[in-house]
Every structure is written in structure tokens, then in C-alpha cells.
């Protein structure tokens, strides 16, 4: 947050909005990979690094990348770092390619009465000459948790754009008539400090408040799948309905179970995170636990399957950090 502000100065921004940017640090969102809605236009925080200085287990500290875009040909090693939750080296020093902040924005926030008339809405847009800085579908759950101005409905797709004036104008029109003919319920167009309330809320969901939920979910599948996917873990026999926040085009969606009281809660959980899990890969995709119970981490992998990819991270750690210093057990396969 206080990078953002200071960029803000500048009329810059950095396109990362992970949760809690009040909290969270530059080291912290890549080394996990974290991202939010603004993924949709600009990518993950790895597609935003364009140098990297890091120390490596044995003390030795590499450079790559540089401090413009366009850098020498070669590997992106920095991509290495990113995300791999600092088994492979410590991140020290970072440059990012920075983005002008839009001249104007606008967000809509569109409502609808069953899941499939939204995501097949936000699939259109996805397909349409609208480009969105994020396109977010959620659910009533997500909207009462927050301070979102009130809306009938039970399933939403939130849309921001930007731009000048004119072009502004054009995409919030063309939003607005694509989801109408999608079968929206209603319709509201926000701007200023009400629609970033409401992506912060988006970005925040689930990392918030007293209450936070048990078990969180993200899985990453092909677009077209993500309705098949919120459908399935709804209809799963786990005892409690999961919230979610999911980015159609992307093929992203996150799935929070909140907690709930009684001897069944571990159970609970375990049935929730094998459904997500196994619906993830019946459907071609994968889902990474990003929280569960402690007493269940030591029964699974909360990363998932690599499939045969894990053979080569084996290598990267073995060649990067042979005596197992970094980070020992913390990324998938044990690595």
C-alpha cells in the first residue's frame, strides 16, 4: 500500500492487488504468488517483474532480468523465485514494469438471478471489444459480507474499465448491453471511492474480519469450466455451501467454507477439500488448499498433483540448494 501510494504521485501504479495490501509486503506476494482481480488485464506478479537480485543458499547473490523492459535475451530466471515460497533463493531487490493509472474508471456491477446467465455474460464481455482491467463473478454470500451498496440478486459480475473519456463511455454501454442480453436482473454503475470499496472488499474476501473461513480453495481452470466447477462443489455433500470469487476469463476461482461449531468440523473440512481437489481434476484443472486445519496439512499435499513436472522441480532444488537449507518442506512434493 505504501508503494501504491507513493506511485500514485506519479499517476503510476503497480498492478498488484493481492489481499490485505495493507499488510501484506513486496517479498511476501511473490514469493507466494499472490494476485487479485486486476490479473484479468495485467497478469500475475510474475509477469510484472522485469529484474531480480537474490541470495542463494550457499551466499552467493545473482542479478537477472534489469531495470528497463527491454533487457538482454536470455532465461527469465527471476520466474524461478516467484511463487516458490523461498526454496530456491531469498529475494532482495526487485524491479517492476509500472502501468499509468487509467484517465477515468468506472466499474459495473451487474446482478443476475441463476450462475449460468452471469458467467455466460462475463464470457461475452470476455469475447466482445470490452477490455476490462477485471471481470469478477461472485455470489450473494460474498456481497452481504461486505459493504457493497445493495443489490437484488443472487449471483453478480463485477466489470472494471478504464480509460478516456470517450472510449469509457463506449465499454460501460456495450457492458451494459451484453449482460442485459445475458439476462440481468439490474444493473449499477459505480465510480470513485464506492467501486474501489468494492474491488478491495473482492481482493480482501476470505482474509478479513473475526470470522475467517476454514478452508480456502483456489483452482485454476480453462474458462469455459469454471461454472461446471462452482456448480460441483455446490452440489457436494460437505455440509456447508462454499462462497466464491471467481475470474471467468481467467479461469480462476477461489472457494472459501466458512467455520461452523460441532464435532464434525475436521470432517468437514477433509470432505470440502477432497471435493475441491478432485473436482479441480476431473475437470482438467488443478486447486491449491491456500488454508485448511493444521491437524489435515499433515494428512495431504495442499499443493495437489505436478504430475511430471515435479521431477524437474526436484532438480532446480537439488542444483539451487543442495544441502535443503531454504525453506525445507514448504512447496509441493515436499520440496
Not at 499472490?34 to 551466499?59: E, F, H, T
Not at 472494471?160 to 457492458?175: H, P, V
Request: charged letters at 20%; aromatic letters at 6%.
Amino acid at each position: 500500500q505504501a508503494v501504491q501510494e507513493i506511485l500514485a504521485e506519479s499517476g503510476q501504479f503497480l498492478a498488484m492487488d493481492s489481499a490485505r495490501s495493507d499488510q501484506a509486503t513486496i517479498g511476501g506476494i511473490l514469493a507466494s504468488g499472490a494476485s487479485g482481480p486486476l490479473k484479468w488485464q495485467y497478469g500475475n506478479p510474475r509477469d510484472l517483474v522485469i529484474g531480480m537480485k537474490v541470495v542463494q543458499a550457499d551466499g552467493t547473490i545473482t542479478k537477472s532480468g534489469g531495470q528497463v523492459v527491454k533487457n538482454v535475451s536470455g532465461y527469465d530466471m527471476a520466474r524461478l523465485h516467484v511463487g516458490g515460497m523461498g526454496t530456491l533463493g531469498i529475494i532482495c531487490e526487485v524491479s517492476f514494469k509500472l502501468t499509468p493509472k487509467p484517465a477515468n474508471e468506472k466499474t459495473a456491477l451487474v446482478a443476475f438471478s441463476d450462475l449460468k446467465s452471469c458467467c455466460d455474460a462475463a464470457i461475452s464481455i470476455f469475447n466482445s471489444q470490452v477490455a476490462p482491467l477485471a471481470l469478477t463473478v461472485f455470489d450473494s454470500a460474498v456481497l452481504s459480507a461486505s459493504s457493497i451498496p445493495d443489490i437484488a440478486g443472487d449471483h453478480f459480475l463485477a466489470v472494471r474499465l478504464g480509460g478516456r473519456s470517450r472510449a469509457l463511455t463506449r465499454m460501460t454501454d456495450e457492458t451494459i448491453k451484453t449482460s442485459q442480453s445475458a439476462g440481468a436482473t439490474n444493473v449499477e454503475i459505480l465510480e470513485g471511492d464506492s467501486a474501489l470499496d468494492l474491488w478491495k472488499h473482492l481482493s480482501d474476501f476470505g482474509w478479513e474480519g473475526d470470522a475467517l473461513p476454514n478452508v480456502v480453495v483456489r483452482a485454476s481452470l480453462l474458462p469455459n469450466q469454471v461454472k461446471a466447477y462452482v456448480d460441483a462443489i455446490g452440489a457436494s455433500s460437505t455440509g456447508v455451501a462454499p462462497s466464491c470469487v471467481a475470474s471467468p476469463g481467467y479461469g480462476n476461482v477461489m472457494v472459501f467454507w466458512r467455520s461452523h461449531s460441532g464435532a464434525d468440523d475436521l470432517e468437514s473440512s477433509r470432505a470440502a477439500i477432497q471435493t475441491a481437489q478432485a473436482e479441480a481434476v476431473k475437470l482438467g484443472g488443478s486447486a491449491i488448499i491456500e488454508r485448511c486445519p493444521v491437524e489435515l496439512k499433515s494428512e495431504l499435499d495442499v499443493w495437489g498433483e505436478a504430475g511430471d513436472s515435479i521431477e524437474i522441480m526436484r532438480r532446480l532444488k537439488q542444483q539451487y540448494d543442495p544441502k535443503g537449507i531454504l525453506s525445507p518442506g514448504r512447496f509441493i512434493g515436499g520440496i
